[in-house]
């Protein structure tokens, strides 16, 4: 072990290993840099001349310490804290999602239309001479060319073989492709233009048999900034907020747009934009409702218990670990468990009571299902630190009042209770806090319904903030990373309020010690 | 006799009725891994005929790669546990033991850092890693090692607090010792700290295992791929609404699957409940 740490040996395997993890990451930063990433390409770097610097000098001893911590801290929680904020002033969103350079190359390679007669061929798609090539064939006429990006040679019929339809399969100096290059071949065919040889016309694939002739119908001038189509002379300019609009009519767009800074709108859409704002005071309402109601819950349940298991009795330790189960449980088997017993055919829950309740179409009893579950995974937890605090609690106080004549009601609310909170004011807070982010247990049990499908609405009965952020975020029709990281930076202030507050309390529980 | 009624049977009846809500959902669940039909209906609470039928489905049936999810939690929730631990224990130790500026700062920054909720930054996570996927396929979105670095971003918060508890409380005489014989501070950590805190290292490896075997949405959003799922998403993918059919080997799988965690956990009870009165927080 000695060997290892100390001396040339020890220098030596030091030294490897610095490099090698320089060498990997040097590595990636090339890549980044090749894919246009330079912020993260220069994290890269700078990682690399820390990690070298700190591990190959003694000028500072700490950083030995914390530089892989830090790093990964610094890449994986600042660095997405710090995007977050910067997504938020962004229009990002579908349709918005690209760089503006990406946005309008898609834009030029989509502005294409069909010729006015809609001239179309049969074609084979293969390799001529180590470029992409495709073999035409005009059934009707018996024309045949053979076109690449760059040329057109045409064929006499007696230069082709015919299939079976007719179409020419095979020509001098063209393979088609294999149908495994095919799976692989999809953007380079797509989006290529052949030669047709009629000037401002080429031939598109419409799948892999149809070639169609087509012309360009958008320009981009990238001096003035605008696209401007090739048809009737329209302007379409930079709307500032991520989209080419049309100059005569704005609500005219070219698809797709980019992500582009709009400030401060993602938030004062919360405020402002009723369609926002109507789901996501909602969504806010039984969020505090959720947390205040299951911490509650919870707490009672677990200070009853604790109350009750307060005393050496028989029994106790057997109590205990049958009651710390639902803790121990990893909680996502167990939501997941619960989920299947509010089903309503088959479900115990309603096996037992007789019913036949819909227990996750129903607001309400969807909302009383979420609460219950949480109950039964959060009690013990309440129960252990409720048992602890009673501990905490000197039993004079308790026989002092006794001996001035209160009653253990009397003693219990006067006493007890007010100390009890005191000591478990910071925890219930960090617990509100918790459960005011518990994705989890929403997300599994009820996936934030049930939901009003027919008008559109993406806000279940059940979601909570950040279940309703996720939705906005990831859902399945449209992706607003924008506002979802708007309503993110808002759900923190809210939770980073709480816990200082929690804190503050917490260093009050160390002067009461 | 009767003044022991009235004192203790109340206890007993509250104990008693708790515990079996706490119980009853876990027996469910492994009376319906045993019920032979597979289904979420169940004709009686006390089975009448015990089948290994969802056991053999859960690791025969070719929809199900349960082994292989089981492997991936393993492996994943394994290496963040050790490269956590190890991020956490050096950080702790510079903490409590090093003299160097900005240290105030530095935990108080770390502290604030903490408070962020993780899952409020998961889609620039998402769009962080999906940006590096273009550029280095095998450590981007979708991928274990790309989960891994994102599970690992949190090591050095999470457990320094426990973890500098402890450093505290070994005395500075073993340090001091070791500095006259010559010991350089990363030489003091590894011979002098690590042995001394190998069971509290333990104990903060289990339970940062069982944090991350637990962990459910980053790695939903990561894996995506049926084969390099971990065990929580492949069996929430499986079950997928579909109860009435999936049940039984869901079952099945969930209890294997949890077995081990209730198992690290009931003999951690001791440390996690000290824990949580000082001030960590789960559920």
Same mark, same amino acid.
Do not use: H
């Given at each position: 072990m000695m060997t290892l740490l100390r001396g040339k040996v020890a220098y030596v395997l030091k030294l490897i290993v610095v490099l090698l993890i320089s060498v990997v990451m040097l590595m990636l930063t090339q890549h980044a840099v090749a894919q246009h990433e330079y912020a993260i390409a220069i994290f890269l770097a700078i990682a690399v001349i820390l990690i070298a610097f700190t591990y190959l000098?003694? %000028?500072? %001893?700490p950083l030995k310490f914390f530089i892989p911590g830090l790093l990964l801290l610094f890449a994986f929680v600042l660095s997405p804290i710090l995007y977050t904020v910067v997504m938020s002033e962004f229009n990002y969103k579908t349709g918005n999602i690209l760089s503006k350079q990406q946005a309008i190359e898609q834009i030029v390679s989509r502005a294409v239309e069909p010729d006015a007669n809609g001239t179309s061929f049969d074609i084979k798609i293969g390799v001529s001479n180590g470029v992409p090539a495709l073999l035409a064939s005009d059934t009707i006429n018996k024309t045949y060319f053979l076109a690449t990006e760059k040329s057109r040679t045409d064929l006499t019929p007696d230069q082709v073989t015919l299939d079976a339809n007719e179409v020419a399969a095979t020509a001098p100096n063209f393979r088609v492709l294999t149908p495994s290059e095919m799976q692989t071949a999809d953007t380079k065919y797509s989006n290529a233009r052949f030669y047709y040889?009629?000037?401002g016309y080429f031939v598109t694939l419409e799948g892999f048999d149809v070639g169609i002739v087509s012309h360009q119908v958008l320009e981009y001038l990238p001096q003035q900034g605008i696209f401007k189509s090739l048809v009737d002379d329209s302007v379409y300019r930079d709307? *500032?907020?991520g989209n080419f609009a049309l %100059?005569?009519?704005?609500?005219?767009m070219l698809n797709p747009g980019w992500r582009a800074p709009i400030w401060f709108e993602n938030y004062t859409k919360l405020f402002t934009d009723a369609k926002v704002r109507g789901p996501l005071i909602r969504v806010f309402i039984w969020t505090m409702v959720f947390a205040t109601g299951t911490v509650l819950t919870s707490f009672a349940l677990g200070l009853l218990l604790a109350i009750a298991m307060n005393k050496p009795m028989r029994g106790r330790r057997f109590y205990r670990s049958i009651l710390i189960l639902p803790y121990a449980m990893p909680s996502v088997m167990s939501i997941l468990i619960w989920a299947g017993m509010f089903d309503?055919?088959?479900?115990a829950i309603n096996n037992i009571l007789g019913t036949h309740i819909a227990w996750f179409q129903n607001p309400s009893f969807a909302r009383f299902a979420v609460i219950f579950v949480n109950l039964w995974l959060a009690f013990p937890y309440f129960y252990l630190i409720s048992s602890g605090a009673l501990q905490a609690i000197p039993t004079e106080l308790n026989e002092a009042a006794a001996i001035d004549g209160a009653n253990p009601r009397q003693i219990f609310r006067k006493i007890t209770l007010p100390l009890l909170l005191q000591i478990l004011s910071p925890l219930l807070i960090a617990s509100f806090a918790f459960n005011f982010n518990n994705f989890n247990l929403i997300y599994l049990l009820t996936? *934030? *319904?049930?939901?009003?499908v027919l008008s559109g609405?993406?806000?279940?009965?059940?979601?909570?903030l950040i279940s309703y952020t996720y939705k906005i975020a990831f859902g399945s029709n449209t992706q607003d990373l924008g506002l979802a990281s708007a309503i993110s930076v808002v759900i923190f202030v809210i939770v980073a309020g709480i816990s200082l507050y929690g804190l503050r309390k917490s260093k009050v529980l160390e002067t009461f010690k | 006799m009767k003044k022991w009624l009235r004192e203790n049977s109340w206890r007993h009846a509250i104990g008693i009725f708790i515990c079996l809500f706490s119980i009853f959902p876990l027996y469910l669940v492994v009376i319906s891994s045993f019920? !032979?039909?597979?289904?979420?209906?169940?004709?009686?609470?006390?089975?009448?005929v015990l089948s290994w039928n969802n056991y053999h489905t859960l690791f025969k049936?070719?929809?199900? !790669?349960y082994l292989t999810w089981m492997k991936n939690s393993l492996y994943i929730a394994g290496s963040v546990a050790l490269i956590s631990v190890m991020i956490g224990s050096a950080a702790a130790f510079a903490f409590s033991r090093l003299n160097f500026t900005g240290k105030k700062l530095g935990i108080q920054l770390l502290l604030l850092v903490q408070m962020f909720p993780a899952i409020l930054a998961i889609s620039a996570v998402y769009v962080i890693m999906e940006r590096v996927h273009n550029f280095a396929?095998?450590?981007?979105?979708?991928t274990q090692p790309g989960l891994l670095l994102v599970y690992l971003g949190g090591a050095m918060g999470v457990n320094i607090w426990l973890l500098k508890g402890f450093v505290d409380s070994i005395p500075m005489e073993l340090d001091e010792a070791a500095k006259i014989d010559g010991a350089s501070a990363v030489q003091t950590f590894w011979l002098i700290f690590v042995p001394l805190a190998a069971p509290v290292l333990a104990v903060v490896t289990l339970m940062s295992f069982i944090g991350t075997f637990n962990e459910y949405i980053l790695a939903r959003l990561f894996l995506v791929n049926m084969n390099t799922r971990t065990v929580a998403v492949g069996l929430q993918q499986f079950i997928g609404g579909q109860y009435s059919q999936n049940w039984g080997p869901f079952a099945a799988g969930s209890i294997i699957a949890s077995v081990p965690i209730v198992i690290i956990f009931l003999s951690l009870q001791k440390y996690i409940v000290s824990g949580l009165t000082a001030g960590s927080v789960k559920g």
């Open positions: 000098t003694q %000028v500072s %001893v040889g009629k000037a709307n *500032g907020r %100059v005569t009519d704005s609500s005219n309503t055919e088959f479900g996936g *934030g *319904g049930p939901r009003n609405e993406i806000a279940g009965g059940t979601d909570i | 019920n !032979p039909s597979g289904s979420l209906q169940l004709t009686s609470f006390i089975p009448k049936s070719p929809a199900i !790669p396929p095998d450590i981007g979105l979708g």
